[in-house]
């Protein structure tokens, strides 16, 4: 009799993203690397990054215009002697503003001493080495001073984030041509079926192209991670347990199809046969209702198999995660981003973060029947406070070509029957 999972159980979407959440915190990435510092872009920082001067390095003039005594504005118009000039990149060496005088400046130019503020050039009118302000400014009003936006020795970037231009600006910005990322989890993507064939296969009259391993492993990539793409898995016991076997070698292992309760749905049942946990083996959420989620002890399975150690195990403890996925594509492609990238961006080395999403207002009413979350494939437009989402007419969650139409998810919560057009909603990105 074949094993069947013990701890089956359906979540709320809200419990199995805590659980997720839960399972990824326990999760380490594997290993680091050394990159050339544009080619860490979209990487995850392994080390943190130091502010190696005080920044900026010198009080800093903001705008074009005159180094003064605020004081000395008080009482407008005011004419002040000029008695020197300073441009970026220069020194005020031997430059001191004394009262009734004032120092030409440029953005970006160090501010000499005896002053205290900026008056800009457009509040001004210069005649040969005379300047007379026109307004007032308080002290400090537009020079940073030194070590204002960081002291030497602080932590400018965390290990876990993200390099994006914003980072790379802040490395540049202290001399680092080279920054250590952690390594990209390896994540293996097994698709399964009997009526599924790969895309260079002329497909039969009742079968279909294999689009979900090719859809997962963009999103692994996108998220951080290299596809481990592996054969179709027929619905036949002893080859899909092998495929598991050998999809659990990675870091993670995506399981598609099979996982419905039709008779020929055996991929809980082979994963029982590995000893699994089932943490949930579905979540109130449409599309993706069938998803599961559970791990395997490292060892259960036979002794020629990944469950041996090997490098991808480590930090990830004595067990390996994996997620089936319901083969319906867009089930796929949703469960995905709900539930797996938390894992794989873990493994990757990311520090945790919620979901990432905006509201719009929906074009037009939606009714639908209560009891699940729904994220419905939509097209958002407009921008900021016009901005307005509609769903995409679709077939279920089978119809690829309506999530290629769509640039967003929208989302509705499980205990709306009626949502009125005009109604801010939240919406998930792609
Ligand atoms: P299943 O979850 O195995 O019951 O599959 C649900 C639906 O998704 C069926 O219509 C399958 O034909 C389809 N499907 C399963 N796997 C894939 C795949 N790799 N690519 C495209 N469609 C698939
Ligand atoms: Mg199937």
Not at 142 to 156: F, H, P, S, T, Y
Not at 197 to 219: C, E, F, K
Not at 281 to 295: D, S
């Amino acid at each position: 009799m074949a094993a069947q999972p013990e701890q089956a159980s359906i979540l709320s979407f809200e419990e199995a993203r805590a659980v997720v959440e839960d399972q990824a915190s326990r999760l380490r990435p594997r290993g680091r690397e050394l990159l050339a510092l544009l080619d860490a872009q979209g990487r995850v920082l392994a080390e943190p990054v130091h502010a190696d001067r005080d920044f900026p390095p010198f009080p800093r003039a903001t705008r074009d215009g005159y180094a003064i005594r605020a004081s000395d504005l008080e009482n407008l118009p005011v004419d002040l002697q000029i008695v020197g000039e300073i441009k970026a990149g220069g020194a005020p060496t031997g430059l001191a503003v004394q009262s009734g005088q004032a120092v030409a400046i440029m953005t970006g130019a160090p501010v000499p001493k005896g002053a205290d503020a900026v008056v800009m050039i457009e509040h001004t009118l210069r005649s040969g080495d005379r300047v007379q302000a026109s307004r007032r400014v308080a002290a400090d009003e537009n020079i940073v001073a030194a070590g204002a936006e960081a002291k030497r020795g602080d932590k400018l970037l965390s290990p876990g984030v993200r390099v994006g231009y914003a980072e790379i600006a802040v490395a540049a910005s202290v001399g680092r041509s080279r920054v250590v990322v952690h390594a990209k989890p390896r994540v293996a993507v097994l698709s399964t079926g009997d009526e599924v064939v790969d895309i260079d296969v002329p497909p039969g009259p009742n079968q279909i192209r294999n689009s979900n391993t090719y859809s997962l492993a963009a999103q692994v990539q996108a998220a951080g991670g290299d596809p481990v793409s592996l054969p179709i898995a027929p619905d036949e016991p002893a080859r899909l347990s092998e495929l598991l076997l050998e999809g659990l070698d990675s870091d993670l292992l995506l399981i598609t199809g099979g996982v419905s309760t039709g008779k020929y749905d055996l991929v809980e049942q082979e994963l029982a046969e590995l000893k699994a946990e089932f943490f949930f083996t579905g979540a109130q959420i449409q599309p993706g209702k069938p998803v599961v989620f559970g791990r395997v002890p490292c060892g259960a399975g036979t002794p020629s198999t990944s469950l041996r150690a090997g490098p991808a195990r480590e930090g990830s403890g004595a067990y390996k995660s994996f997620f089936g996925l319901p083969g319906n594509p867009i089930s796929t492609m949703v469960t995905f981003e709900l539930f797996a990238r938390p894992m794989l961006e873990a493994l990757a080395g990311m520090l945790p973060r919620k979901l990432m999403f905006t509201h719009a207002k929906l074009k037009s009413e939606i009714r639908t029947r209560t009891g699940l979350k729904r994220f419905l494939p939509a097209v958002l437009s407009g921008e900021f406070e016009r901005c307005e989402v509609e769903p995409v007419r679709w077939q279920g969650s089978g119809d690829i070509a309506s999530v290629a139409r769509s640039n967003c998810y929208v989302v509705i919560p499980p205990d709306r029957e009626r949502m009125e057009a005009g109604e801010w909603v939240p919406v998930l990105l792609r």
